[in-house]
T-cell receptor
C-alpha cells in the first residue's frame, strides 16, 4: 500500500491565484481529513468527510476555501483567491475507524 | 467537546535517559487515545494507540504509553532515549461516532530534544 498520496509536494503561487491540492486516501478507508499546520497555529482541522460526505467544515477559514470528495479515492482542497496568510503545510489523512489516521506527506504552500 | 492538553512545549533529555511526554484529555464517554510523531518535513506517523484492555500500550520504536482513567492521562514514555527520537510528538483523542466516523482531536504538540 502506497499510503495517503498528496500532490503537489510543494506549491509556490502568487497572491490572487487559484490553488488546488489533491489527495488520494488509502483504499478502504472511509474517512478523510484535511489539516493545515503552521508555526503560529499548530495543527488545525479544516474539514473532514465520512463516506465521501462532508461532516464538519467548521475549520475552513473562510469562503475562499472549498473541499470536495467526488469519490472514495480522491479529494481536493481549493483556495481561490490565495493570500500570503494561507502559506502553510496542508496535510491529508485517511482513517478506517478506530485505527487512527494515516497522514500523507503534506503539501507545502507558499503564497507570495 | 473533546480536548487534549500537552502541557510542555519542549522536553529535553540526555541520550540513554528515560523520557516522558505528558498528555491529558477530556472527553464524554470512553476515549480512544493515540500518539503520533512528526519528523522534520514529514507527515505525522502513528506510534501507538489505546482502545481498550491493558492500560500499558506498547508501540513503535520502543515507545509505550500508560492510560490512567482516574487522572485522564496518557503519557508517552521510553526507557532509554535516542538522539534519533528528537521530533515533534502529538497526543490525540477520539470518541467514535458511528454515524459520522471518528474525529481525532490533537494536542498542540511537544518537541522532544535528545542531546548526545
Amino acid at each position: 500500500d502506497a499510503g495517503v498520496i498528496q500532490s503537489p509536494r510543494h506549491e509556490v503561487t502568487e497572491m490572487g491565484q487559484e490553488v488546488t491540492l489533491r489527495c488520494k486516501p488509502i483504499s478502504g478507508h472511509n474517512s478523510l481529513f484535511w489539516y493545515r499546520q503552521t508555526m503560529m497555529r499548530g495543527l488545525e482541522l479544516l474539514i473532514y468527510f465520512n463516506n465521501n460526505v462532508p461532516i464538519d467544515d467548521s475549520g475552513m477559514p473562510e469562503d475562499r476555501f472549498s473541499a470536495k470528495m467526488p469519490n472514495a479515492s480522491f479529494s481536493t482542497l481549493k483556495i481561490q483567491p490565495s493570500e500570503p496568510r494561507d502559506s502553510a503545510v496542508y496535510f491529508c489523512a485517511s482513517s478506517g475507524d478506530l485505527y487512527g489516521y494515516t497522514f500523507g506527506s503534506g503539501t507545502r504552500l507558499t503564497v507570495v | 467537546a473533546q480536548s487534549v492538553a500537552q502541557p510542555e512545549d519542549q522536553v529535553n533529555v540526555a541520550e540513554g535517559n528515560p523520557l516522558t511526554v505528558k498528555c491529558t484529555y477530556s472527553v464524554s464517554g470512553n476515549p480512544y487515545l493515540f500518539w503520533y510523531v512528526q519528523y522534520p518535513n514529514r507527515g505525522l506517523q502513528f506510534l501507538l494507540k489505546y482502545i481498550t484492555g491493558d492500560n500499558l500500550v506498547k508501540g513503535s520504536y520502543g515507545f509505550e504509553a500508560e492510560f490512567n482513567k482516574s487522572q485522564t492521562s496518557f503519557h508517552l514514555k521510553k526507557p532509554s532515549a535516542l538522539v534519533s527520537d528528537s521530533a515533534l510528538y502529538f497526543c490525540a483523542v477520539s470518541v467514535l461516532l458511528k454515524s459520522s466516523g471518528d474525529k481525532l482531536t490533537f494536542g498542540t504538540g511537544t518537541r522532544l530534544a535528545v542531546r548526545p
